[in-house]
């Protein structure tokens, strides 16, 4: 009886802005490489959606037993986010939600909270824990140059680990480095020579406390995953770690860039796509102090690698591969509310009614239809009376989030409201039946055509007098990065 992580799972947004556009149009800044970009429709909460769909593909939905959802930029604050999450995901009425906000060290000790709750013997509780980030900052800045967006989301069991913590180490200290008051969105950062003066000497306390307390050095590390949003500190720290060559992970900065509070638990299950059993991984993290967990892998990875291929679920190396990097600079703006531009000659949307949200919950967030149990008809949306054979209340709820399907017919409007027009609507053909009219995201409108395969992701399809609206739409099954390279080498 093994408890640690169990499953995990990763989400990269489907495109990325060059650094190079930004400069382009403001004159300076930019860079090389490109970061990872949250569509007008995504926000932390979707993404933690998405990370902890791919968590739980190789795993028991029903098995979870709490949810922990940790962000640095929640969609609600009054609200608990991680009850949508919840939702979306269908977990059971008696798993616990809670949100754990504020910097991005709340995303460690979200990790270590799910670690501990699966590791007390017979009482361990296996715990989804999902971290996500959507990073913004002022138009030109490092911030918005070096950042990312990301969720990741990792499954904690009292059993059946393919990786368990043995050992762990902090140091803490007051001092301001980064900052942001309620109110504000984009954050503020202190001269960068002092950070790196506070933080490369709680790295080293906390680096030697988890070696100590796990009983190994640093030559019996065999993966390092150095992260923080101070770039020097980083930097400054990955050099003087004293681990042997060839152990630090692969540096995900250049293609999709700090991914803040997610980037340790991403750039982790990264490695865990890797890594081989009864190897020791040490993650490092930098954030108003400094945090080290020290893990060894077990006989039970390779098998998990293997089912996580087997149900196609992408690794952080594929993720980083499909993105599409032609995404226009002033399109970023829009996206990101620094640009307020004309839309579209359509009525504003109205914000959703609370009690009709909560009657169609399990139709809105899980995204569940019926199947008639006497003929087999489905119906989407769910029904009481079959529309085949006219039956009443003889239906069996079937969750159709996971399933994947063709695309009949589209139409491309180019008046409904977006921050991203034109809208695409599509009429998809699920597999074994079910046909749904929904709106499609993540494609170019010239580029869709009829027989296209889709699969569906959870979105925000608006919000409005501060009411989130989240909905499921479709999205190309299949990456478009081949897609992307043709247009390049068009142009």
Excluded at 94 to 105: E, T, V
Excluded at 207 to 226: N, R
Excluded at 242 to 251: E, I, K, N, T, Y
Aim: negative net charge; contains cysteine; glycine residues 10%.
């Amino acid at each position: 009886m093994t408890a640690g992580i169990a499953a995990w799972g990763t989400y990269l947004p489907f495109w990325r802005l060059q650094r190079s556009a930004i400069a382009g149009v403001l004159g300076s800044g930019g860079g090389r490489g490109t970061r990872a970009v949250a569509s007008h429709d995504e926000d932390t909460t979707t993404l933690g959606v998405e990370a902890g769909r791919r968590a739980l593909a190789v795993s028991a939905p029903e098995a979870v037993q709490d949810l922990f959802f940790s962000t640095p930029d929640p969609a609600y604050l009054d609200k608990t986010s991680a009850t949508t999450v919840h939702a979306a995901l269908g977990l059971g009425r008696g798993c616990g939600a809670y949100d754990f906000a504020g910097s991005s060290r709340s995303a460690l000790g979200t990790l270590l909270l799910a670690l501990g709750t699966a590791d007390t013997g017979r009482a361990g509780r296996t715990t989804l824990a999902v971290v996500s980030d959507l990073r913004t900052g002022l138009a030109g800045s490092a911030e918005e140059r070096d950042s990312g967006d990301a969720a990741a989301a990792l499954v904690c069991a009292p059993d059946g680990a393919v990786a368990e913590l043995i050992g762990r180490g902090a140091a803490s200290d007051e001092f301001l480095d980064r900052w942001r008051v309620p109110g504000e969105t984009d954050s503020h950062v202190w001269e960068e020579r002092f950070g790196e003066e506070m933080y490369v000497p709680l790295a080293r306390e906390a680096f030697a406390a988890a070696l100590k307390d796990a009983g190994v050095t640093e030559d019996d590390v065999d993966h390092a995953v150095v992260s923080g949003l101070h770039v020097r500190a980083v930097k400054a720290v990955t050099k003087g770690l004293g681990v042997r060559d060839g152990v630090l992970a692969p540096d995900l900065s250049g293609s999709v860039g700090n991914l803040g509070a997610a980037h340790a638990v991403v750039a982790l299950c990264d490695v865990l796509e890797r890594a081989r059993s009864g190897q020791v991984i040490v993650v490092l993290s930098l954030a108003d102090g400094a945090d080290a967990l020290v893990l060894r892998t077990t006989d039970a990875l390779p098998a998990a690698q293997e089912a996580r291929a087997a149900a196609g679920i992408p690794s952080v190396a594929e993720q980083v591969a499909a993105g599409r990097d032609d995404l226009p600079y002033a399109t970023f703006l829009t996206w990101r509310g620094h640009m307020r531009r004309e839309p579209p000659r359509r009525p504003d949307p109205e914000r959703p009614g609370a009690p009709t949200v909560h009657r169609s919950e399990e139709w809105k967030y899980a995204f569940a239809a019926s199947r008639c149990q006497v003929c087999g008809f489905r119906h989407m949306p769910p029904t009481r009376a079959c529309l085949s054979c006219h039956t009443i209340d003889q239906m069996q709820p079937e969750r159709l989030a996971d399933v994947p399907g063709t695309v009949a017919t589209f139409t491309i409007d180019h008046l409904a409201f977006s921050l991203s027009p034109p809208v695409v609507g599509v009429i998809v053909d699920f597999d074994e039946g079910g046909r749904y009219r929904c709106e499609m995201t993540d494609v170019v409108a010239s580029e869709l055509s009829i027989g296209d395969r889709v699969s569906m992701t959870f979105r925000r399809v608006w919000t409005a007098q501060g009411v989130h609206n989240y909905f499921w739409k479709a999205r190309p099954a299949v990456a478009r990065a081949d897609a992307a390279a043709d247009t390049k080498q068009g142009a």
